[in-house]
């Protein structure tokens, strides 16, 4: 069902719980105090039935209808609508999941819109059930019990995001080929948190501004700066991880570079062994063709031949080859051929 608990709150304590959305109006007016309203996933017609019930801006109610909104904080009139990007850590796939929240904040009213499955919006409710003397300080505290729910359970994001980058650092140096595509995913989650914590520091800012204008409890006031300080240390977080996986990447690009000269290294040494292997071959090629040559020639059967009845010929002959041999032997040699 979209509506998942309501109910009406008068000096801390839960004095109706309606069963439809008409019932929480007529509730409203019969009790005073004001309404908590808990939704998941409403439908249009349901939203515009709270719009025209609490006089809520057709802009926000188009953006909570739509979803997909970037995290903000807005005020229209008397109305404070407030787009929250909670998210989990999915141990199973090593993933961050981001969902969406929206808050109306009214005179008489509180409005919480869940898109997604987190934040748990039940232990919030029983959390503040439970400590009436906060409950009493009306709607805003629902709206700071909110805020601190959603900073809260960005801390197992964090550790999750943490413990990728310690395993990144040791997949880099052990050549793993995916570490890069896993390096660009973390860093996408990375800055998809940024996106969602960031603006949260600028929100607080603007409802601290508000203080005096609207009366904040000096309580509230004191919750709502702890959680600034908890937002901002979780924005150096995040932009600590940001600047990780940019040195993780500049290292593995490094790396990759380095393996590859290795390689081209290893290729030019090769080639070079081998260039030193066919000047050998060929070296010693030239040697013996000069011999075999000269014995070919005087091989030939043919009556009128130079040096043919000489005396000396078959002596001339050897001599020549070894000449001829030793001559490019030392001519190789010289030039580090052999």
Same mark, same amino acid.
């Given at each position: 069902?979209?509506v998942? %608990?309501?109910?009406i709150?008068? =000096?801390?304590h839960r004095v109706? *719980?309606p069963?439809?959305?008409d !019932?929480?109006?007529?509730?409203?007016?019969?009790?005073?105090?004001?309404?908590?309203i808990g939704?998941y996933?409403?439908t249009d017609?349901?939203?515009e *039935?709270?719009a025209? /019930?609490?006089?809520?801006?057709?802009?926000?109610?188009?953006?909570a209808s739509k =979803?997909?909104?970037?995290?903000k @904080?807005e005020?229209?009139?008397?109305?404070?609508?407030?787009v929250?990007?909670p998210?989990?850590y999915l141990?199973?796939? /090593?993933r961050?999941?981001f969902?969406e929240?929206?808050v109306?904040?009214?005179?008489?009213?509180?409005?919480?819109?869940r898109?997604?499955e987190?934040?748990?919006?039940a232990?919030v409710?029983?959390?503040?059930?439970g400590?009436?003397e906060?409950?009493a300080k009306?709607? !805003?505290?629902v709206l700071?019990?909110?805020l601190?729910?959603v900073v809260?359970?960005?801390?197992?994001? @964090? $550790?999750g995001? /943490?413990?990728?980058?310690d395993?990144? !650092?040791?997949?880099?140096?052990d050549g %793993?080929?995916?570490?890069?595509r896993?390096?660009y995913?973390?860093a996408?989650?990375?800055m998809e &948190?940024q996106?969602?914590?960031?603006?949260l520091?600028?929100?607080?800012?603007a409802l601290q501004r508000?203080? /005096?204008k609207?009366?904040?409890?000096? !309580?509230l006031?004191?919750?709502l700066?702890d959680?600034?300080?908890? *937002?901002?240390?979780?924005s150096e977080? =995040?932009e600590?991880?940001?600047?990780?996986?940019?040195n $993780?990447?500049q290292?593995h690009a490094t790396?990759?570079a380095?393996?590859?000269n %290795?390689?081209?290294?290893?290729l *030019?040494e090769? #080639?070079?062994a081998?260039?030193?292997? +066919?000047?050998?071959i060929?070296g010693?090629a030239?040697i013996?063709?000069a011999p075999?040559?000269i014995?070919t020639?005087?091989g030939?059967?043919?009556?009128?031949?130079?040096?043919?009845y000489?005396?000396y010929?078959y +002596?001339?002959? &050897? $001599?020549l080859m070894l000449?001829?041999?030793? $001559?490019?032997?030392?001519?190789?040699?010289?030039r #580090?051929w052999?």
């Amino acid at each position: 069902m979209p509506v998942v %608990d309501n109910a009406i709150y008068l =000096g801390g304590h839960r004095v109706a *719980s309606p069963g439809s959305l008409d !019932e929480t109006f007529e509730a409203l007016v019969e009790h005073g105090g004001f309404a908590w309203i808990g939704l998941y996933r409403p439908t249009d017609r349901e939203l515009e *039935s709270l719009a025209k /019930e609490f006089d809520l801006h057709h802009l926000a109610i188009e953006d909570a209808s739509k =979803g997909h909104q970037r995290a903000k @904080l807005e005020r229209h009139g008397d109305t404070l609508f407030v787009v929250l990007r909670p998210a989990r850590y999915l141990d199973d796939v /090593e993933r961050v999941e981001f969902g969406e929240l929206h808050v109306f904040i009214g005179r008489n009213f509180a409005i919480t819109i869940r898109h997604a499955e987190s934040p748990d919006l039940a232990r919030v409710r029983r959390r503040l059930e439970g400590a009436p003397e906060l409950l009493a300080k009306g709607q !805003e505290a629902v709206l700071y019990a909110v805020l601190d729910e959603v900073v809260d359970e960005y801390a197992p994001v @964090l $550790a999750g995001l /943490e413990n990728d980058i310690d395993e990144i !650092e040791e997949q880099l140096f052990d050549g %793993d080929p995916a570490v890069s595509r896993r390096i660009y995913d973390l860093a996408s989650e990375v800055m998809e &948190l940024q996106r969602a914590t960031n603006p949260l520091q600028d929100m607080i800012t603007a409802l601290q501004r508000g203080f /005096e204008k609207y009366g904040v409890d000096s !309580e509230l006031q004191h919750y709502l700066r702890d959680v600034l300080d908890h *937002s901002i240390r979780i924005s150096e977080r =995040g932009e600590s991880f940001r600047q990780l996986l940019q040195n $993780a990447l500049q290292v593995h690009a490094t790396l990759v570079a380095q393996r590859q000269n %290795d390689e081209m290294r290893l290729l *030019s040494e090769t #080639n070079i062994a081998q260039s030193e292997e +066919v000047k050998k071959i060929s070296g010693w090629a030239a040697i013996i063709f000069a011999p075999t040559l000269i014995g070919t020639v005087y091989g030939m059967n043919f009556k009128n031949m130079p040096e043919l009845y000489w005396e000396y010929g078959y +002596v001339f002959a &050897l $001599a020549l080859m070894l000449g001829f041999g030793v $001559a490019l032997y030392v001519i190789f040699k010289r030039r #580090n051929w052999l």
